[in-house]
């Protein structure tokens, strides 16, 4: 009786904001939108051609047409930008992956297309060799398999102005090479696409996460890992010298990956500029509560909004995400 009327004088009641759906709405501090995400693409040649990817459930790599139905109707659902990552054949991938900066590869047809087709949409589309080199490496190689910085640049600027040649709105550099953004800027510049954008990925971790994107590109490693050039996770005063860095080198917008084991590094980047930021839930992300969810342990819509709104509450404006088709229908807009 005595405990019962000392609780009968609570002055503080928090449960009074959460008592109705209309209340908990007025109070929430973090809203998840469609034009928060953006999907990336796995881009096939050809046409009427989709391949599912074993360990990406509910996620294919498609031919330009498909890819265009696709986005078209992610649009529809208020979805504003897509990310584009070509599965180039393999005959085309050669040691120095000079694919990358043909300006008749399939990256550049397909941006082109799809600005004809969806005005309205904004294309993001990589700046790294990965895709295109034979031993899957982001830059190019040396006889004893040193990654050289350097010479990559070379490359990388020369993919960028293909890209934003064919019209793209943003080239979103992957390859973490010392100096790649501010190279890139010079050489956008230099050519008059001053209106090109950069997302630099600037926080890139050498993780264990990304292993499903690799199969989703072919583009598993010939020999050694990233750790000379993507960070150790283990790393956050070196994540903030990376995106400053960028930020000093003309980036437009900065980004962290992968996102969920390192929403510490996007809070803390996000007192640390004034930039926008985006986040990439990568592939391994996806695919862990897509195998918890085929198995029946979880229910992936929502742990993917959860999740989703948990990377914006850390602090991102934007995210890359695989989970934005299971998403969509709970995000009112
Ligand atoms: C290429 C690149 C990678 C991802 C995006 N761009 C893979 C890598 O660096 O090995 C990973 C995306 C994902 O896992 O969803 N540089």
């Known amino acids: 009786m005595f405990i019962r009327e000392q609780i009968g004088h609570l002055t503080h009641r928090l449960r009074r904001n959460r008592r109705s759906p209309a209340i908990r709405s007025l109070i929430q501090e973090t809203l998840l939108t469609p034009s928060d995400l953006i ?169 264990s996460l990304y292993a499903p994107f690799r199969d989703a590109l072919h583009s598993h490693l010939a020999f050694g890992d990233k750790k000379t050039y993507q960070m150790d996770p283990a790393n956050r005063r070196e994540a903030m010298l990376e995106a400053l860095l960028d930020e000093e080198e003309g980036a437009d917008i900065l980004m962290v990956k992968p996102a969920t084991l390192y929403l510490d590094v996007i809070a803390k980047l996000r007192e640390e500029t004034h930039k926008p930021i985006a986040a990439y839930h990568v592939s391994g992300e996806y695919a862990m509560v897509m195998a918890a969810h085929e198995k029946g342990y979880l229910d992936a819509e929502k742990v993917f909004y959860e999740t989703l709104l948990s990377i914006k509450r850390a602090g991102a404006d934007m995210i890359f995400t695989y989970a934005g088709p299971i998403v969509l229908p709970m995000l009112s807009f």
């Open 39 to 207: 999907h990336p693409f796995f881009l096939l040649e050809g046409s009427r051609k989709k391949e599912p990817i074993a360990s990406m459930p509910g996620i294919e790599r498609l031919s330009l047409d498909l890819l265009l139905s696709q986005a078209k109707h992610l649009h529809q659902q208020g979805v504003r930008a897509i990310g584009l990552f070509p599965s180039i054949d393999k005959s085309l991938k050669t040691a120095n992956g000079e694919e990358a900066w043909n300006p008749d590869g399939l990256t550049p047809r397909a941006i082109s297309a799809i600005k004809d087709a969806l005005p309205s949409l904004c294309i993001i589309a990589d700046v790294a060799l990965d895709p295109y080199t034979s031993h899957g490496h982001d830059g190019i190689a040396s006889p004893s398999g040193e990654i050289l910085n350097d010479e990559t640049l070379d490359c990388l600027c020369r993919m960028a102005l293909t890209l934003a040649d064919a019209g793209v709105d943003f080239v979103a550099p992957s390859d973490m090479m010392d100096g790649r953004v501010g190279a890139i800027r010079k050489t956008l510049d230099a050519s008059g696409f001053t209106k090109t954008g950069i997302l630099s990925y600037s926080i890139k971790y050498a993780s």
